[in-house]
């Protein structure tokens, strides 16, 4: 190569000021941002792992929500087995009849004082009534499957030793029921912040 040369001259002060070109570019414009391209590239990357996040939790209370509205649709259908008040009247009918459709002869209906129990109350009924085993078992079979739920507690039995194998049964009814005011609502299934 020849250093005398014009073009040899040219093409060397060419790179030359290329690379000073370059270099002053490189100190005077883009090395003074790198410190702020340096930061807001960690902003987004912060913002990125936040929005990632927040897509989890997003994600989990989608599934909380179709839990919450499964608990409910099965909450509200055991609420159908549990009316909004005391109905003694009704409860005597379904009782009388059952006992007529099993040949059981009621003796004594006492209604009690309701009980409170965790969110419903429960309403006993001390019974004494008259018939046999086989008798008393679709009795209560009956009893187990009125429309509302109706359960059954304290029961003693006394033979009266007679022919026809009768006995005389002591027994509390239980039937429950929830207050209007007391009856869950239907929860909200909005997201935050959402509409």
Same mark, same amino acid.
């Given at each position: 190569m020849d250093f005398k040369s014009p073009t040899v001259q040219k093409v060397a002060?060419?790179?030359l000021i290329a690379i000073a070109l370059g270099a002053l570019w490189y100190y005077q414009m883009y090395k003074p941002n790198l410190e702020e391209i340096t930061t807001h590239q960690n902003e987004l990357d912060g913002l990125r792992q936040e929005l990632n996040k927040a897509k989890m939790k997003a994600q989990k209370y989608d599934q909380l929500m179709e839990e919450? =509205?499964?608990l409910y649709t099965k909450y509200k259908l055991l609420e159908t087995l549990m009316p909004d008040q005391? =109905?003694?009247p009704d409860f005597i009918n379904k009782l009388n009849i059952s006992a007529a459709n099993n040949g059981i002869l009621?003796?004594?209906?006492?209604p009690q004082q309701p009980r409170e129990q965790d969110?419903?109350?429960?309403d006993p009924y001390a019974l004494e009534i008259s018939t =046999?085993?086989?008798k008393l078992g679709f009795f209560l079979s009956e009893v187990a499957n009125f429309p509302f739920t109706t359960t059954s507690d304290r029961l003693s039995i006394?033979?009266?030793n007679n022919q026809d194998k009768s006995m005389e049964i002591e027994l509390s009814l239980i039937t429950y029921h929830i207050n209007e005011g007391d009856r869950l609502p239907k929860p909200s299934l909005k997201k935050p912040g959402g509409k």
């Open positions: 002060v060419g790179l919450i =509205d499964s005391q =109905d003694v009621i003796k004594k209906f006492n969110f419903f109350m429960a =046999d085993y086989h006394k033979s009266t």
